[in-house]
């Protein structure tokens, strides 16, 4: 398994961007399928953003805003966010696994980082 720890968070103005960054350490990191999800107060945690070797995919309500890569050779994988809203605001975490696309938040993947949190103010 892979180690993953998440950088990048702060707080934002509403339109606003940020880029956010999950290190990866341990082998083999370009055969991990990553997602990004993320949980605010009180509410369930959500599908934000997945990628894996054949391509990516994202929740509708970023889709346009966020986007996803990852760079195998640094074992990090990035969420670029655009045109930021207050309700985005939430902890981010990422999320690894050899044989799914994370992009289900009830599923326990293989590995899951400890988040960073994003804050956007109106």
């Known amino acids: 398994q892979v180690q993953l720890v998440e950088s990048g968070g702060g707080l934002v103005q509403a339109g606003g961007s940020l880029r956010l960054a999950c290190a990866a350490s341990g082998r083999s990191f370009s055969t991990y399928a990553m997602g990004w999800f993320r949980q605010a107060p009180g509410k369930e945690r959500e599908f934000v953003a997945a990628?894996?070797?054949?391509?990516?995919a994202y929740a509708d309500s970023v889709k346009g805003r966020f986007t996803i890569t990852r760079d195998n050779a640094k074992n990090t994988v990035y969420l670029r966010m655009n045109s930021l809203k207050p309700e985005d605001t939430a902890v981010y975490l990422c999320a690894a696994d050899r044989r799914r696309l994370p992009t289900n938040p009830k599923i326990s993947y293989e590995s899951w980082g400890q988040g960073t949190q994003v804050t956007v103010s109106s």
């Open positions: 990628i894996n070797w054949s391509g990516s």
